[in-house]
């Protein structure tokens, strides 16, 4: 490999390394945690939300003034009032509960900002509606006998060796299986644990469905996703801390409230708390924790083979793929050239990711590899399409006479139309093709594991100023730009042995 370019991927790495270890080294910031949730109403306090719930506009309603902080996840809101770089983390006091169990060092609030009641979500349909008639006396039932604070009891009190739940699958299904949608991240309502959804809604669920007769079928998915899913009837029934409000009552039926609470602030009980106890952590310190502590290696790792795996795919079925729709495009009768085209206008207007998106969503989302699966099959289609067009730009470039005559002959001699090509412009062709791997790889870091979860944890981390959002992406940088160094440099020699062997 040149000499040269190791040199200047070694330099670029030393001179991102030292940009990154130049971080901020103030010392702790304190941020204002008031001792009353009206005192949270306050232009220097910030309130950290979770998207997708109904947190936003609570706060927005209840505490204008307040600055609010959004994050994609329950785990980084909590994580954030954890390292003190927001004043409270806005939430369902019985999740809060959850949080707060077995811990000192946080706490809810007294009293609601908002109060609320808790149902299942029901579509508006006729089949729906006699499903819900039957589950609003089962709770109702649940409540008189005192079942339900039997479950309060056990999976919102301090006990933790009772949390468990009956098996879903065992359900007898005599009279029909239910679609349940949920989200898998609302504990203790519903959540995963061991690979089983528990919870106090999967509880409840188990003994209607046990008691009429009913089959679940589960279905995780966002908790956006199950509502509008329940709106559209994809979905019988959704659970997952539903919050009743007027507005959600006109796209769906709400059961009989099966809990009742409201939502209120969750806070460090240290009346003020420091940014970051981590960020007078020396660069080694910051690797450590980052990439050791949190396991960050092991996603490394994943991300990278991931990579190479959907890059040999796609450039081993891709190559010839290319190939092929380009003949079948000239030689093929009118319907089949109609059909390639489209595909290839499909595929060169669509953005890769896109393309993916799409398939994983409408096909493979239900499979373990089915992410792997979709960036194959996405990125497979875009690499066929620029070895198409790069195939169509210079075999266009030959001249008209000798393009027939070999063009004739690729039945026959399947080698003949290509060899054409490589021997009038093949280090030429060998330089796009380089490219077009180049920015295969480039694009597969969206899907390997590694940007899509370091860029994921940024935004949700960006405004607490701390030095370990920036590691993980100058070091995902880092790796992909050597992994381009060296493929391109490995591209070189196969591409110029091939040449050399032709000029014999």
Known sequence: MNKKIIYIALCVMAALVLLTSCGKTDKPKKVKVPDTLEG?????????VVD???FEDIAKRKLPKANIMHFSTREYAYKALATGAISGVLDDEPIIRAVTRGTDAVDAMDGYIEPADYAFVFPKNDKCDTIRERFDS??????NDGALNGLDEKWFGNKTTNKQSMDISKLPAINGTLELAFDGENIPFEYMSAGQVVGFEIDILYGFCQKYGYGLALNQVPFSDMLSGVESGTYDIGCGAVTITDERSEKFNFSRPC???????????DAVVSSDPDEARGLSGHFKKTFIEEDRYIMMIKGVLTTFLIVFVSVFVGNPLGYIFYILSRRSN?????????ILWFVHVTPAIMIIMLLYYKYYRDLYIGGEIAAIVGFTLAFSDEIYRM????????DDGEFEKNYRLWFSKSTEFFNTLMKHYGKEMITDFKNIVVRLIKATAVVGYIAVNDMTRTFDLIRQDSFEITLPLVTTMILYILIIVITTKLLDRV?????????I
């Open 40 to 48: 949270f109403n306050d232009k220097d306090v910030t309130v950290g």
């Open 52 to 54: 997708g719930y109904i």
């Open 138 to 143: 089962y709770v109702e039932l649940l409540a």
């Open 259 to 269: 809990y009742t609470g409201g939502a209120t602030i969750c806070v460090r009980t």
């Open 334 to 342: 009118i319907v089949v050239r109609g059909i390639v085209r489209v």
């Open 391 to 398: 195939v169509e730009r210079y075999s266009g470039m030959i």
């Open 495 to 503: 591409a110029m042995r091939r040449v050399k062997k032709m000029d």
